[in-house]
């Protein structure tokens, strides 16, 4: 059984009531740029909403999904003209709704749950995301509480966040731990979405906030491999 280091992150939970939405677990596929950075903003601003994260090619995305479990992808329709993307998605993330972000709307399409204009406006956007899920958008609704959860990395994760932050690229990465360049990249992209960052700076830094990567008190360098972590 793989080892893994538990790290705290924020989760938010909905206790039982009537008419009390639940929180979506909301993921983008598209191009990054000023759209995806709105969609980001809009989703944040929502408590009832959870944002997973930004992808913008195909293998990341489908990884996302088994990672994450969100509730609705939102593809960008310039992303995915031929809606090849939307359609692999009811194999790889068969519960999760997908929403198209679209310039144009046609009728309907396999795979796409809804499409929302680009030109829609956020409360629109909003709208389409709690409608998949069945519930009214939370106008006027407390945000939920608070609640602690913990993301689990594997020790061969953790084995390449620590030489990341030693500076090696890919290629002595993959040398040091007698791994192909490819599977280090393919670690790396987990590691990445667990948590939610975008490169390895931002990695290694989440690494040293959570104590993953433990720091010399003599020169403030990595000193080694994690010594905990707490089987499954």
């Known amino acids: ?111 796409v749950d809804r499409f929302v204009a680009l030109s829609a406006g956020a409360l629109r956007l909003v709208g389409a995301l709690h409608a998949c899920a069945g519930q009214e958008f939370a106008t006027g609704v407390p945000g939920p509480p608070q609640e602690e959860r913990s993301v689990a990395l594997t020790d061969r994760e953790v084995e390449v966040l620590s030489l990341m932050s030693a500076g090696n690229r890919t290629e002595a990465i993959a040398a040091a731990l007698s791994i192909s360049p490819n599977t280090v990249k393919k670690r790396a992209h987990r590691l990445f979405l667990k948590l939610q960052v975008r490169d390895r700076a931002h990695a290694v830094a989440k690494g040293y906030e959570y104590g993953v990567l433990p720091v010399s008190p003599r020169r403030g360098l990595p000193s080694g491999a994690p010594s905990r972590s707490i089987g499954l």
């Open 1 to 111: 059984m793989s080892n893994v280091v538990e790290l705290p992150v924020a989760s938010r939970r909905v206790e039982a009531g009537d008419r009390v939405p639940r929180v979506l677990r909301v993921a983008y596929f598209g191009r990054l740029d000023l759209v995806a950075r709105g969609v980001e903003a809009v989703v944040t601003a929502d408590p009832w909403l959870c944002w997973l994260g930004q992808v913008q090619d195909e293998e990341p995305l489908h990884l996302l999904a088994s990672v994450s479990f969100p509730d609705v992808l939102i593809v960008e329709q310039a992303a995915d003209p031929g809606y090849s993307v939307c359609r692999s998605l009811r194999v790889s993330a068969p519960r999760a709704s997908v929403v198209v972000l679209a310039d144009r709307v046609p009728g309907t399409v396999p795979g």
